[in-house]
């Protein structure tokens, strides 16, 4: 597939401590000169019915002497964000919207004459611009807006039009696609012609104009990489000029533009444009924050399919689940009786053993695994939920980090085409949830967003297990921190940043370190509570592999039983705060 975007030194880098990142992008491009913009030409026909093209981009529709002055800089602009010939769609947008707007306008007239103020300026707006339809079309997927009897009608008449030309086949769905994506946006005609231009370079446009929820979510993710690269070019622009955000808000602002986040071992956060950036995809720990429903969407569709496929080769003895088909019969998550007797090539097992694990391997080990947490204020069926994170067995190196507080209530229940949510995934007994005390995350899942967690793993219980396993006497458990401390899973740096990282998100949200739970709250999220947040997951599939290969059948039964207990917190009558002191197992 071919780079989009610029990738010189895998994105810019970020200061953990908050500090603006500097650019890492080299010489600003030479300067260049473009001709004016084509004469105007009469908007397209939508109703016409033998049109099998995508209808013409219409040229701005307020021609002024500002849009003649910005044109080649706004087309300049464009090419740096595509980095391919498809630029003209673009600019006529972004001229067209910053000509249309009052107040981006005002922005612009004050750097005209300075060349790269006046693209870093254009680069904002462009972001700025992509933002607001992103969210305009992101609320269309929160609320259901998009399963209408319109785009089922627009659906069955596609597929006639594509037997009746297949030889056209790309030209029909294009044209289906502008028409779609007009319809969603106010009828922004320049929008919709750039998008059904951009999206066939990267994508099967057939399957996405059979799923007008699919088909949104990719849209508005394509808008949202465009965003990021415009406020990369903007950055970089600024900081050629040795000017760059002068005010905490500013810095936030800008940083609210990207989705994607790479750290280093010694704390430095990369910020990147796109997933498959080098700096991005060669690192092993990777942060996507999940702020908007589309890429909530494509987020279920991605764990969808790795469950799925994780248990259609699962053993015949162990039947799959099939999400989400609500009639299925999941088998439960826990170890046959022979197995944890030792019995079918084990060996017997109590406390004090800590021989590996018997063959045949237990039923937990054949499981989808993803790991758990959440964030927010005081958590508790009470305090503020905030942020939800995930990792899942199948891509281990990313956490992804759910906004629960940005997208609302509704959340948990935004489901992939198939049906698939945050919901059903949590409720799936076949699906195992590797969790350090879910004690209070349960009690706010249940009572806030009616959630049931089912088949946790909690590690916490599982360090209990160990030490007792080596007869250890244990009266109290430990903290996530002390116990990654005490892993010999992890490396001296990783065990450095986890202290570092421990230390700078409670100064930030611990009342008794000067810091108030509500900065979870506030939004741009915080780099240092994303990282922190994110973090807290990191680890967990290696310390759940670890205590695998550590434990054997006896604990891990054990731990199961135990966690499920924990997983039921939330039906207490009455809130209970959790206990520090140790379960007898």
């Known amino acids: 597939m071919m780079k989009r975007y610029p990738q010189p030194h895998n994105g810019f880098y970020a200061n953990p401590l908050g500090m603006m990142p500097h650019m890492g992008m080299g010489e600003p491009p030479s300067q260049q000169q473009y001709a004016p913009p084509p004469p105007l030409i009469p908007p397209p026909t939508l109703s016409s019915a033998t049109r099998l093209t995508p209808p013409p981009i219409p040229a701005p529709s307020v021609p002024n002497n500002l849009t003649y002055i910005i044109w080649p800089h706004a087309l300049e602009i464009a090419r740096e964000v595509l980095l391919d010939e498809d630029t003209v769609g673009l600019t006529y947008w972004l001229v067209d919207a910053v000509t249309a707007d009052g107040a981006a306008a005002s922005e612009i007239y004050p750097v005209l004459g300075h060349d790269a103020l006046l693209k870093a300026q254009l680069g904002e707006c462009m972001a700025k611009f992509l933002e607001r339809r992103c969210e305009g079309m992101n609320r269309l997927l929160g609320e259901g807006a998009l399963d209408t009897q319109a785009t089922d009608d627009a659906r069955n008449n596609l597929v006639p039009s594509v037997h009746a030309h297949p030889h056209r086949q790309r030209e029909i769905v294009q044209e289906f696609i502008y028409h779609f994506v007009a319809s969603f946006t106010s009828h922004d005609r320049h929008l919709a012609s750039f998008v059904a231009a951009l999206l066939p370079k990267t994508h099967d446009l057939y399957p996405l104009a059979d799923s007008p929820k699919l088909l949104t979510a990719t849209v508005v993710d394509r808008l949202a990489e465009l965003k990021a690269a415009a406020a990369q070019v903007a950055l970089h622009y600024l900081q050629s000029q040795s000017v760059m955000p002068n005010t905490e808000a500013h810095r936030m602002r800008h940083l609210g533009f990207f989705n994607h986040f790479s750290v280093q071992e010694g704390g430095s956060v990369n910020v990147h444009v796109r997933p498959d950036e080098p700096g991005f995809a060669q690192s092993d720990f990777r942060i996507r924050l999940v702020n908007d429903h589309a890429s909530l969407v494509l987020f279920l569709v991605r764990l969808e399919q790795y469950i799925g496929s994780h248990l259609l080769h699962m053993p015949s003895s162990v039947p799959p689940t099939c999400l989400p088909t609500a009639s299925a019969s999941p088998t439960p998550l826990s170890m046959s009786q022979s197995a944890a007797r030792g019995q079918g090539g084990g060996q017997q097992q109590g406390p004090g053993e800590t021989t590996p ?219 209970e705060v959790p206990s520090s002191e140790a379960p007898d197992m």
Not at 360 to 373: L, S
Not at 466 to 481: E, I, W
């Open 357 to 575: 694990f018997p063959l045949p391997r237990p039923r937990i080990q054949e499981h989808p695994v993803i790991a758990c947490d959440l964030e927010g204020v005081k958590l508790s069926r009470y305090g503020q939920l905030c942020l939800a994170q995930f990792c899942y067995a199948g891509d281990p190196r990313t956490t992804w980090v759910v906004d629960v507080y940005s997208m609302g209530p509704r959340v948990f229940d935004v489901s992939s085409p198939n049906g698939t949510s945050l919901k059903s995934i949590l409720a799936d007994p076949a699906v195992l949830k590797v969790w350090f005390d879910p004690r209070n995350d349960v009690d706010a899942l249940f009572h806030q967003f009616q959630v049931r967690v089912r088949s946790v793993f909690c590690l916490q219980l599982a360090e209990v297990a160990f030490r007792r396993s080596q007869n250890v006497p244990v009266k109290y458990v430990k903290g996530l921190f002390k116990m990654l401390n005490s892993s010999d899973a992890l490396s001296p740096a990783e065990k450095a940043f986890a202290h570092k990282i421990n230390e700078m998100g409670k100064n930030l949200f611990e009342p008794d370190n000067g810091g108030r739970y509500e900065v979870f709250q506030e939004r741009p999220l915080n780099l240092v509570i994303l990282v922190y947040a994110a973090h807290d997951v990191h680890f967990m599939l290696t310390l759940y592999k670890r205590a695998a290969e550590q434990l054997g059948p006896y604990w891990l039964q054990r731990i199961l039983e135990h966690s499920a207990v924990r997983a039921d917190w939330c039906d207490k009558p009455e809130y």
